[in-house]
């Protein structure tokens, strides 16, 4: 495990997780809605969905996860791949990565660097692994806060793409 500001820990997810995490997602969803975005994640809270839960245990199970925890509760998960999710319109990159394919934290917790612990980690985990690279992308509508929030955590935009009508930022990060 790995210890971070506020007393967050960072483990090693599991499939055990897979209800915290979706938990999660749908309080995100909330969160987001109750704020006036109901673009980034649509409306439906992830467990309504009728693939809600077995994505989420697809996140888990085919990549890899990690939860923070706060006084032994999960807090925050974020997921890492060796590249973007097929779904998505961005091409691998032309040398080895890790590309963070999810990152949510419980909005209960907001302001605790939850999220930034989380990446501090992916960055970490990437520097273990031998590999220099670490991208993600994210939603780049609204006022781009969510592009802020990596940039403010080291990553640069390096292309903007569109899915259906969801624009989308890849950011990366050197961590060699």
Known sequence: MNDTPHGIRIRPGSLADAPAILDML????????????????GTTPHSQRPDGMARVERYVTE?????????????GAMV?????????????A????????????DRRYAG????????AHAVEETRRVGVELLRVDCWAGGG?????????????????????SWPGQV?????G
């Open 26 to 41: 749908d309080s995100a969803v909330i969160w987001m809605n109750q704020r006036g975005n109901t673009e980034q994640w």
């Open 94 to 105: 032309e040398e080895p990565e890790r590309y963070i394919r999810l990152l949510v934290s």
């Open 144 to 164: 781009g806060e969510l592009v802020a929030f990596y940039e403010r955590n080291g990553f640069t935009p390096v292309s903007r793409f569109l899915s259906e």
């Open 63 to 75: 990549n890899v996860p990690y939860v923070a925890e706060l006084d032994g509760a999960p807090v």
């Open 80 to 92: 890492l791949d060796c590249g973007p999710s097929p779904q998505m319109p961005i091409a691998p």
């Open 171 to 175: 950011l990366a990060r050197r961590v």
């Open 112 to 119: 605790m660097g939850i999220g930034a612990a989380l990446l």
